[in-house]
């Protein structure tokens, strides 16, 4: 495959939105090259290898709807498919689609630059290789750049480390060791379980515990599996215009218009059909405090049934924040681990983490002796990606020095002085507070249809509509519980980053009809240049 061939797009990244986006191109007779860090395509489902590693969508949904055939063909196992299912599906899309080809993995790449003269993007790898095209797509991900919390002494440990999100694909023997686990996010929720089974000790290190409703995971059953294919068509296009992107049972009334008894039975139903579905009890669970204390109150008292020893639950009991405001997990069996002989349970709020020392961790009570320290320490979520390559538009603007008060961006979709660079799921965009495989899609269809469009034409966010953009997507997010919380969402977790909350809450059948809207208009907005000598467009 050369490297200096002439391409209409480089697309970075082969996961789920990498995959399509390359065979949307190619569909519209465009040549495209994927550029993918790892050694398989799959992304996200590539890379968390974990014991336990699962999706929290229902397998029915987390699935790509642009061909029949493929939803018809393709047959999931279980409810919540598990991590190695998932990536056995990216891998036959690319496939089937006959993506390989045009897919370079082991390719990481570090930059991307915007030529102004030439209206190119020249995008440059690890290895010093370049590729150039007039369009560069983002496919890099959401919760793609993981973070290993920077606990002292690390470097002394003699054991192994593990980073969830970077676990070798031949698996760890973890029998007969002692392991140390730190983060209780959704990775941590997951893994906890399995690793219980595996070790002979495992000690979970929690900072802050969170909310998690039980998955009730089962085999699909064929009789459910039918009743979705027979109805795809219609199903996806409601999902398109949901909320979501996931079509829930959404409950239609306030939490406080019910008595105690109807809500605690509503709870009770929902906990038992399992799934973040919970969540929709009511419709106003996100958005007013005292509804919301009910279904914590409710989760709380579960937690406290779940597990035996009444000091160790009230540990694992979250006060603080509301529930749904950090992404709510999702669980095969966690709370009832910790009733496990060889789990131990430390909450760092009490008994503060001094240091790492060769044997293990050092605690502020005692030395705990470990094997194996697992980092469940999440991501630098929805711009660590971008931002950890050197992107530069014009006037050799880095989008991390643009972006540093927070991500700007029109849509998220694109950013204001880096033209025809596109995000995919990008901040500012629904994405992570979706079912992400609807918003890929809504995106990368967006996308054709636009360069499609353009045909010589260059495209770029105006500064006034991305200004009045983000204060849209803060406005919205503001009149939710979810800024009440130190979450991913805001940028929380990581140390220095601005607190700003990056997705785009108000949902994706408004979103996508947004975006048909701007697109249908002559892309408001957007400032569209022709090539030099005609004349400029301004949308
Ligand atoms: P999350 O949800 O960001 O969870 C990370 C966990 O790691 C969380 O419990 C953190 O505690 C903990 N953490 C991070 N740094 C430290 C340090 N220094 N010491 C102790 N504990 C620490 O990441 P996940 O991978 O679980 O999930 C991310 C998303 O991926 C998830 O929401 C799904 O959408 C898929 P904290 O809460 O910050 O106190």
Redesign the pocket.
């Known amino acids: 495959m050369p490297t200096n061939a002439e391409y209409d797009a480089v697309i970075v990244g082969a996961g789920f939105a990498g995959l399509y986006m390359l065979h949307k191109l190619r569909q519209a007779g465009r040549s495209a090259i994927v550029l993918e860090a790892g050694s398989g395509v799959g992304g996200t489902w590539f890379w968390n290898r974990y014991p336990g590693c699962r999706c929290d969508v229902e397998s029915m949904q987390y699935s790509y709807s642009f061909s029949d055939e493929l939803q018809q063909e393709w047959g999931w196992s279980e409810r919540f498919a598990a991590q190695p299912e998932i990536l056995r599906y990216a891998e036959h899309v690319a496939d089937r689609f006959d993506l390989r080809p045009f897919i370079r993995l082991d390719t990481r790449v570090t930059a991307a630059r915007f030529d102004e003269q030439g209206r190119r993007w020249t995008v440059e790898t690890e290895r010093g290789d370049r590729f150039d095209a007039p369009f560069c797509i983002m496919a890099t991900g959401c ?1 793609s750049a993981g973070r290993t ?3 002292p002494g690390l470097a002394t440990f003699e054991g192994e480390t593990y980073h ?2 970077d676990w070798p694909a031949g698996g760890v023997e973890l029998a007969g060791k002692r392991i140390g686990i ?8 997951q893994a906890i379980p399995e690793l219980a089974r595996q070790a002979d000790q495992l000690f979970v ?4 515990p ?1 909310y998690s409703v039980p998955a009730r995971n089962a085999p699909l059953t064929p009789d459910y599996e039918t009743s979705w294919k027979e109805r795809y068509p219609e199903l996806r296009e409601e999902a398109r215009h949901s909320n979501s992107g996931t079509l829930y049972d959404y409950g239609p009334h306030s939490a406080l218009a019910v008595s105690a008894d109807e809500r605690e039975n509503v709870y009770r139903a929902r906990w038992q059909v399992g799934g973040p579905n919970f969540l929709r009890a009511f419709n106003d669970l996100s958005v007013d405090q005292h509804a919301n204390d009910t279904a914590a109150d409710f989760v709380r008292a579960r937690i406290g049934e779940l597990v035996h020893d009444p000091a160790i639950a009230a540990k694992l009991m979250p006060h603080g924040y509301p529930i749904g405001t ?2 709510i997990c999702v669980d095969n069996g966690y709370f009832e681990t910790f009733n496990r002989p060889n789990v131990t349970l430390i909450d ?1 709020r009490e008994e503060a ?1 001094e240091t790492v020392v060769p044997e293990g961790i050092r605690t502020c009570d005692r030395t705990i002796p470990l094997d194996v320290i697992v980092f ?4 630098d ?1 929805m711009t660590g990606a971008l931002t950890r390559m050197t992107v530069t538009g014009r006037n050799g603007m880095r989008l991390a020095d643009k972006w540093v008060a927070g991500p700007r961006t029109y849509l998220g979709l694109m950013t204001a002085g880096f033209p025809n660079l596109f995000l995919i799921t990008g901040p500012g965009s629904p994405s ?1 507070l979706s079912n992400v495989l609807v918003s890929i899609e809504q995106h990368v269809e967006w996308i054709a249809e636009c360069i499609e469009f353009l045909g010589d034409t260059e495209i770029e966010a105006s500064e006034p509509a991305e200004a009045e953009w983000v204060e849209h997507v803060n406005a919205a997010a503001n009149q939710t519980l979810y800024p009440r919380a ?1 979450s ?1 969402y805001m940028g929380a ?1 990581i140390p220095g980053k601005p607190r700003v909350f990056m997705p785009y809450i108000s949902g994706v059948g408004a979103y996508r009809k947004r975006c048909a809207a701007v697109a249908a208009s002559g892309y408001e907005g957007f400032v569209l240049s022709a090539p030099s000598g005609l004349s400029a467009r301004r949308a």
Not at 205 to 208: M, N, S
Not at 376 to 379: I, K, L, N, R, W
């Open positions: 919760l919390a920077a606990l969830t999100a730190v983060g209780t996010g959704s990775s941590g929720i290190f929690q900072r802050t969170n950090k992404r760092l983490l469940a320490t999440g991501f979520a992570v130190a991913w977790n």
